[in-house]
């Protein structure tokens, strides 16, 4: 089997996974009622654009891309627990679509393949994928930043730097947890660029490399300030956005 037969029956086996994975958990999924952060999600929706934005601002501790894609399929006719749920079904088939691309990046299509199975059955995942909130949301742009951070400092294309620096900026709307990637791939690439060495993932251009990808974040960074006012307001209602201090309590009192 040639290399161009073989990537056409991992690209079918890959979408036939995704496709029976979101129709199994979709199962009667129209019969469960929304729970209450559920709902709290989906009162806000429901309201008009910027009375969502400051409801969310308000009373949620994230940014407000989930919120304004559920709105959008709301205005677009979903109403109900199924329609509702569809957005984070749709994610959930982009995620397993994607750990396949990263897995593939990382090793080569055997893994992705494995990877995407894996990730199609794992209980925590499936709950993920049934729930309107914005957890496979983060699931995804945690498999697809990662992805295109790999691309770009392999291949060090434009292309691949452009679309990553635009993904990072809309990250950061939609998870506040996306810094924790951005710190994450900071670190991995610093011990890429100190490794004496030449590596699979990066060659000898390390210094270039590196400050593409500080501007990236610089960048994504500066796109983000519109949003701060809104951060700071919900720092100062919620203090745990970022680490929760109270449940770090708990383990060490264990």
């Given at each position: 089997m040639n290399n161009k037969e073989t990537l056409k029956r991992d690209i079918v086996l890959l979408f036939?996974?995704?496709?029976?994975?979101?129709?199994?958990?979709?199962?009667?999924?129209?019969?469960?009622?929304f729970w209450i952060d559920e709902?709290?999600?989906?009162?806000?929706?429901k309201?008009?654009?910027?009375?969502?934005?400051?409801?969310?601002?308000?009373?949620?501790?994230?940014?407000?891309?989930?919120?304004?894609?559920?709105?959008?399929?709301?205005?677009?006719?979903?109403?109900?627990?199924?329609?509702?749920?569809?957005?984070?079904?749709?994610?959930a088939f982009f995620s397993i679509i994607t750990i396949y691309f990263l897995a593939k990046e990382l090793y080569s299509a055997r893994e992705g393949i494995i990877s995407s199975f894996l990730l199609a059955i794992s209980p925590l995942f499936i709950i993920c994928a049934r729930d309107a909130r914005l957890y496979s949301f983060f699931i995804f742009i945690n498999c697809l930043l990662s992805y295109l951070?790999?691309?770009?400092?392999?291949?060090?294309?434009?292309?691949?730097?452009?679309?990553?620096?635009?993904?990072?900026t809309l990250s950061f709307y939609?998870?506040?947890?996306?810094?924790?990637?951005?710190?994450?791939?900071?670190?991995?690439?610093?011990?890429?660029?100190?490794?004496?060495?030449?590596t699979n993932v990066i060659n000898k251009n390390k210094k270039e490399i590196f400050l593409n990808f500080i501007?990236?974040?610089?960048?994504?960074?500066?796109?983000?300030?519109?949003?701060?006012?809104?951060?700071?307001?919900?720092?100062?209602r919620r203090h745990e956005i970022f680490l929760n201090i109270s449940a770090l309590q708990k383990i060490k009192n264990i």
């Open positions: 036939s996974t995704a496709f029976v994975a979101v129709l199994v958990y979709s199962y009667k999924l129209s019969e469960i009622s709902i709290q999600t989906t009162t806000y929706i309201e008009s654009f910027w009375e969502m934005i400051r409801l969310v601002t308000q009373k949620e501790a994230c940014p407000p891309l989930y919120y304004i894609m559920l709105h959008t399929a709301h205005l677009l006719g979903a109403n109900d627990e199924l329609t509702l749920r569809i957005p984070s079904l749709l994610l951070f790999l691309r770009a400092i392999r291949y060090e294309k434009f292309k691949d730097w452009l679309l990553y620096t635009a993904v990072l939609g998870h506040y947890f996306v810094a924790y990637i951005g710190i994450s791939q900071f670190i991995y690439l610093c011990i890429l660029c100190l490794l004496k060495e030449d501007l990236s974040g610089i960048i994504s960074t500066i796109c983000f300030i519109p949003w701060i006012d809104n951060l700071l307001i919900q720092i100062s």
